[in-house]
């Protein structure tokens, strides 16, 4: 990357607080500028195609649509966007859920000032950050052990099914109320509510209950199932 180029940021976030935070790292940088903000996922597609960024920041979670589907839109017409994620939690299901998006990266929001432009300018390289300890062996690793169960469970069942489904169900059997699934996956509570519906539909389970059984079962078999 040359750093002599204007880098053009559109950052996206529900929280006026948190934007004015990351517009204060960034004021030193001379090469980045943010040229636009966003306080949803659907102001921040259109700003994304009115702008043309060099790179989009933006919260797992906001209203109207979630940073992850924004994302989605974005990247199905402009499959080079660099997107890079922030979130408030940490762990291998939201590396996973954000590189799923179409994310090149996902930084805690409590991170410090030198790892969010180090972030950044990783990204603008056009290579991955999901953290200092997550290089690209231990990313394919991640992304493997959270996407093979879609197909387990697509293949077994023969059913037309999608991968956020299976992360719904997966959640389901953990316990989670929609409430919960909701705002570890950046959506609405009713989105959650719908997709629980769709899981007893394709599932041929006549009830709430049935589906929390199913689930869990599920994530012992998939825990448990052969290797080879």
């Known amino acids: 990357m040359k750093n002599e180029k204007n880098i053009r940021i559109l950052l996206g976030d529900d929280h006026s607080l948190l934007r004015e935070g990351i517009t204060s790292i960034l004021q030193n940088e001379k090469d980045l500028f943010i040229v636009g903000e966003a306080e949803n996922g659907v102001e921040l597609v259109d700003k994304y195609f009115k702008l043309k960024p060099d790179i989009v920041i933006t919260d797992i979670t906001m209203p109207k649509m979630s940073g992850t589907d924004a994302s989605k839109k974005i990247k199905r017409k402009e499959p080079e966007a660099k997107i890079l994620f922030l979130s408030m939690h940490e762990g291998e299901e939201y590396i996973y859920y954000t590189y799923k998006a179409g994310g090149s990266g996902l930084v805690n929001k409590n991170i410090i000032k030198g790892e969010l432009i180090f972030a950044i300018r990783k990204v603008l390289n056009g290579e991955f950050y999901f953290g200092p300890d997550i290089d690209s062996n231990i990313l394919g690793k991640i992304i493997e052990s959270y996407s093979s169960d879609y197909n387990y469970l697509k293949n077994k069942y023969n059913l037309d099914i999608s991968e956020r489904e299976v992360d719904v169900l997966h959640l389901i059997g953990d316990g989670l109320s929609s409430t919960e699934i909701a705002d570890k996956l950046g959506v609405g509570k009713r989105t959650i509510d719908t997709h629980r519906i769709n ?18 079962n599920f994530n012992q078999e998939f825990k448990d199932k052969p290797t080879h």
Request: glycine content about 0%; hydrophobic content about 60%; aromatic content about 6%.
């Open 199 to 216: 899981l007893m539909q394709k599932l041929n389970l006549k009830n709430l209950p049935a589906l929390i059984r199913f689930a869990v």
